[in-house]
């Protein structure tokens, strides 16, 4: 018997540009440094205009005198407040709107789904069309629907409707 002698070849390496991870890496902070460059360049004209224009920037603007009114706050507020107060008594405000919000959505949801289990006919259809309308309406359009349609015609607020527990309508 023959033997055969079996020359395995190296694979060549290459060029370095043609490893993937390589040209990953090369890519990636080729674009890190386009993004870096170009933050710094928008931040850098910023800065250049403001200072042009002699306008101040910053959060100092948080410590002057708001000087407007907000008629429903969790917090004493004043127009005499600062412009933080004015900010944190927006954000407690809708935190509280959020909740009620939250509480009241479910609540209907709830009544809403025990009426489609209902045995009552026209309870289960009238829980039924609700439902059915209203989750085919997009939520911008029923907000135009309850502003136009039904807050614009109240009354203004010196001809204010009364209604129980200090609440008005207008």
């Given at each position: 018997?023959?033997?055969?002698?079996?020359?395995?070849?190296?694979?060549?390496r290459?060029?370095?540009i043609n490893?993937?991870?390589?040209?990953?890496?090369?890519?990636?902070?080729?674009?890190v440094?386009?993004?870096?460059?170009?933050v710094w360049?928008i931040?850098?004209?910023?800065?250049?205009?403001?200072?042009?224009?002699?306008?101040?920037?910053g959060f100092?603007?948080?410590?002057g005198r708001?000087?407007?009114d907000?008629?429903?706050?969790?917090?004493?507020y004043?127009?005499?407040?600062?412009?933080?107060r004015?900010i944190?008594?927006?954000?407690?405000?809708?935190?509280?709107?959020?909740a009620?919000?939250?509480v009241?959505?479910?609540?209907?949801?709830?009544?809403l789904?025990?009426?489609?289990?209902?045995h009552?006919?026209l309870?289960?259809?009238?829980c039924m069309?609700y439902?059915?309308?209203?989750?085919?309406?997009?939520p911008?359009?029923v907000?135009f629907?309850?502003?136009?349609?039904v807050?614009?015609?109240?009354?203004i607020?010196?001809e204010?409707?009364?209604?129980p527990?200090?609440?008005?309508?207008?």
């Amino acid at each position: 018997m023959a033997s055969q002698e079996i020359l395995r070849e190296e694979p060549s390496r290459g060029s370095f540009i043609n490893d993937p991870k390589v040209r990953g890496i090369f890519f990636q902070a080729v674009v890190v440094i386009v993004l870096v460059a170009l933050v710094w360049w928008i931040v850098q004209n910023t800065i250049d205009n403001l200072t042009r224009l002699r306008i101040a920037s910053g959060f100092g603007f948080l410590r002057g005198r708001a000087g407007f009114d907000i008629s429903d706050s969790a917090i004493a507020y004043s127009s005499d407040s600062t412009y933080g107060r004015a900010i944190l008594v927006g954000f407690i405000n809708t935190l509280i709107v959020a909740a009620a919000g939250i509480v009241t959505a479910t609540l209907i949801g709830f009544i809403l789904g025990i009426g489609r289990l209902s045995h009552n006919w026209l309870i289960r259809k009238i829980c039924m069309v609700y439902v059915e309308v209203f989750r085919n309406i997009p939520p911008l359009l029923v907000i135009f629907f309850w502003y136009s349609g039904v807050l614009a015609v109240l009354p203004i607020p010196r001809e204010s409707i009364n209604l129980p527990f200090g609440s008005f309508l207008n």
